[in-house]
């Protein structure tokens, strides 16, 4: 059986920095892209972040680039997304997701990070 | 890159089939057939319903369809459910920088 469990989130001060971890099982971790989609309160859905199996490829949407840093270690199956000088706006809920040919097939229950003083 | 665009809102009586509407642009939607839709309901993690504009993945009901014309895709329920009220979500691929967007989302209410 497929799994994704996120963890790491919380409450943080704006400016500060934190490291969400999705733990991956059920399937062969180093074969999959794995990307973020994040979720503001009582809003959509908005794509983050991918990295490829080898994780030698990333993309990140405008929003988050240059703060955000995703990242993978197939050996413990594992992906990252490191998260500095955060802002009020990036409060929502993070789920890891697993694509299967361009459709995301496989959701962790999502981590919730607050960012406020 | 814009979201895709749904209604806010759409409802039905039970039984009763209702449409909800996805549009984008020449470079997602109209440029590629991955176009997915995804359930959510409360306090819950998204769920596949339609995958590449009209397939269903295992175990997803026949009551849902989905199709495609132009830069526009939809997302058929038939037969309405009491269970199938909760929030929907289109996606597609793009050839813009994000490579994913999802749609605005459309609250499904059955009244």
């Known amino acids: 059986e497929v799994q994704l469990v996120e963890s790491g989130g919380g409450l943080v001060q704006p400016g500060g920095s934190l490291t969400l971890s999705c733990a991956a099982s059920g399937f062969t971790f180093s074969d999959y892209w794995m990307h973020w989609v994040r979720q503001a309160p009582g809003k959509g859905l908005v794509w983050v972040s991918r990295i490829n199996a080898d994780g030698s490829t990333i993309t990140y949407a405008d929003s988050v680039k240059g703060r955000f840093t995703i990242s993978r270690d197939n050996a413990k199956n594992t992906v990252y997304l490191q998260m500095n000088s955060l802002r009020a706006e990036d409060t929502a809920v993070y789920y890891c997701t697993r694509p299967d040919r361009y459709k995301f097939d496989y959701w962790g229950q999502g981590i919730v990070v607050t960012v406020s003083s | 890159q814009s979201a895709l665009t749904q209604p806010a809102s759409v409802s039905g009586s039970p039984g009763q089939s209702i449409t909800i509407s996805c549009t984008g642009t020449?470079?997602?939607?109209?440029?590629?057939?991955?176009v997915s839709w995804y359930q959510q309901h409360p306090g819950q993690a998204p769920k596949l319903m339609i995958y590449?504009?009209?397939n269903r993945p295992s175990g997803v009901s026949n009551r849902f369809s989905g199709s495609k014309s132009g830069n526009t895709a939809s997302l058929t329920i038939s037969g309405l459910q009491a269970e199938d009220e909760a929030d929907y979500y289109c996606s597609s691929y793009t050839s813009g920088s994000t490579t994913y967007v999802f749609g605005t989302g459309t609250k499904v209410s059955v009244l």
């Open positions: 590449e504009v009209s």
């Open positions: 020449n470079s997602d939607i109209g440029a590629y057939n991955y």
